[in-house]
């Protein structure tokens, strides 16, 4: 008798199961993605963290050579402290035999050397105002640029154009910068302190002039490259306040670490950015605050040379006690 085979036959997904199937990978992608931010993030800091440190290591090399750290920048004698046309060189030129780029700034030795006599207030120091180093101002470094940074490939296109982005500058000190050079001591702040800075316009201290203590003052602050190319914040070599170094920015309406409000930092042909915590007046000067794209705080190298986090919304007069090397004052923060 003939019997029949039966055929046995595969049941595919229904189109329910499937969009289950759908949902729930979407579910764990969307529990995965932040994790892995939250990893690469934190890899990044870890990477930000160690370019302080190499730099805290480069300034106290300086400083074992020239018994100072190195100025904020140079300005030559009848010079304006903010003619971006005629400033002299950065501490970020001055370290770079530190951080094993001599090959880069041995070329421009010479020229640097002129500046620097130049910048002395005696007319026999000699010098003259040789800017040949400025043709430095493209290179790409990578020890001062933050990893975080989206705008670090950006060129600043002032005076002559081409400036390089960096994301660390000088502390200049939290008060203002003019009376700050040459090693002054301007007061301000909520409270009137002291407010002298540790890298000044023509003037590096000794780290027995950081009378605060040096574990306890700020010596290199991080800060943001401007976001398009007329803003010239974050270029390692243009030494104005927010592009190579902060100064004045514990006061008025520069409240603190990545402080939202417009207007706070103070530089020709910036732009006003307070929706990314980066409000700038155009046509100001004198004014940068620290900033970063690290999740709610700044990274700073302290005069030690040691790397701390400041979060955001720390008090305006504490954060002014923090970048002051002689206020006198005691902070603590969480």
């Given at each position: 008798?003939?019997?029949p085979?039966?055929?046995t036959?595969?049941?595919?997904?229904?189109?329910?199961e499937?969009?289950?199937?759908?949902?729930?990978?979407?579910?764990?992608?969307?529990?995965?993605?932040?994790?892995?931010?939250?990893?690469?993030e934190a890899?990044?800091?870890?990477?930000c963290?160690?370019?302080?440190?190499?730099?805290g290591?480069?300034?106290?090399s300086?400083?074992?050579?020239?018994?100072?750290?190195?100025?904020?920048?140079?300005v030559?004698r009848?010079?304006?402290?903010?003619d971006?046309?005629?400033?002299?060189p950065?501490?970020?030129?001055?370290?770079?035999p530190?951080?094993?780029?001599?090959n880069?700034s041995?070329p421009y030795?010479t020229?640097?050397s002129?500046y620097?006599?130049?910048?002395?207030?005696?007319?026999?120091?000699?010098?003259s105002?040789?800017?040949?180093?400025r043709?430095i101002?493209?290179?790409?470094?990578?020890?001062y640029?933050?990893?975080?940074?989206?705008?670090v490939?950006?060129?600043?296109?002032?005076?002559i154009?081409g400036?390089?982005?960096?994301?660390?500058?000088?502390?200049?000190?939290?008060?203002?910068?003019?009376?700050?050079?040459?090693?002054?001591?301007?007061?301000?702040?909520?409270?009137?302190?002291?407010?002298?800075?540790?890298?000044?316009?023509?003037?590096?201290?000794?780290?027995?002039?950081?009378?605060?203590?040096?574990?306890n003052?700020?010596?290199?602050?991080?800060?943001?490259?401007?976001?398009?190319?007329n803003?010239?914040?974050?270029?390692?070599a243009?030494g104005?306040?927010?592009?190579?170094t902060t100064a004045?920015?514990?006061?008025?309406d520069?409240?603190g670490?990545?402080?939202?409000?417009?207007c706070?930092?103070?530089?020709?042909?910036?732009?006003?950015?307070?929706?990314i915590?980066?409000?700038?007046?155009?046509?100001?000067?004198g004014?940068?605050?620290?900033?970063?794209?690290h999740?709610?705080?700044v990274?700073?190298?302290m005069?030690?040379?040691?790397?701390?986090?400041?979060?955001?919304?720390?008090?305006q007069?504490?954060?002014y006690?923090?970048?002051?090397?002689?206020?006198?004052q005691?902070?603590?923060?969480?």
């Amino acid at each position: 008798m003939f019997t029949p085979l039966h055929r046995t036959r595969s049941r595919g997904f229904t189109l329910i199961e499937l969009l289950v199937v759908i949902a729930i990978i979407a579910i764990l992608i969307g529990l995965l993605l932040p994790a892995v931010q939250k990893v690469r993030e934190a890899a990044a800091r870890m990477s930000c963290s160690n370019n302080l440190k190499q730099l805290g290591i480069a300034c106290h090399s300086y400083h074992d050579t020239n018994g100072t750290l190195p100025p904020a920048y140079y300005v030559g004698r009848g010079i304006g402290i903010n003619d971006e046309n005629n400033i002299g060189p950065t501490w970020t030129v001055l370290i770079l035999p530190y951080i094993e780029q001599d090959n880069l700034s041995r070329p421009y030795q010479t020229s640097i050397s002129n500046y620097q006599a130049y910048s002395n207030t005696n007319p026999s120091a000699g010098g003259s105002n040789d800017q040949g180093w400025r043709a430095i101002r493209g290179a790409t470094i990578k020890t001062y640029r933050c990893p975080s940074e989206s705008n670090v490939d950006v060129l600043g296109n002032r005076n002559i154009g081409g400036w390089a982005r960096g994301n660390y500058g000088a502390n200049q000190g939290p008060s203002d910068p003019g009376t700050a050079a040459n090693g002054g001591t301007p007061y301000g702040g909520p409270n009137g302190y002291a407010g002298g800075g540790v890298m000044c316009i023509n003037w590096g201290a000794g780290l027995n002039r950081i009378e605060d203590g040096s574990s306890n003052t700020i010596m290199i602050n991080h800060l943001r490259a401007g976001p398009a190319a007329n803003d010239m914040r974050g270029t390692w070599a243009f030494g104005l306040p927010g592009c190579a170094t902060t100064a004045n920015h514990a006061v008025g309406d520069a409240y603190g670490p990545n402080d939202t409000g417009c207007c706070s930092d103070d530089l020709s042909g910036c732009n006003d950015r307070p929706d990314i915590a980066m409000g700038c007046w155009n046509g100001g000067w004198g004014q940068g605050e620290a900033r970063s794209a690290h999740t709610g705080q700044v990274l700073a190298a302290m005069g030690d040379g040691s790397v701390r986090g400041f979060r955001n919304g720390i008090s305006q007069a504490t954060w002014y006690i923090i970048n002051s090397r002689n206020d006198g004052q005691n902070w603590s923060v969480n």
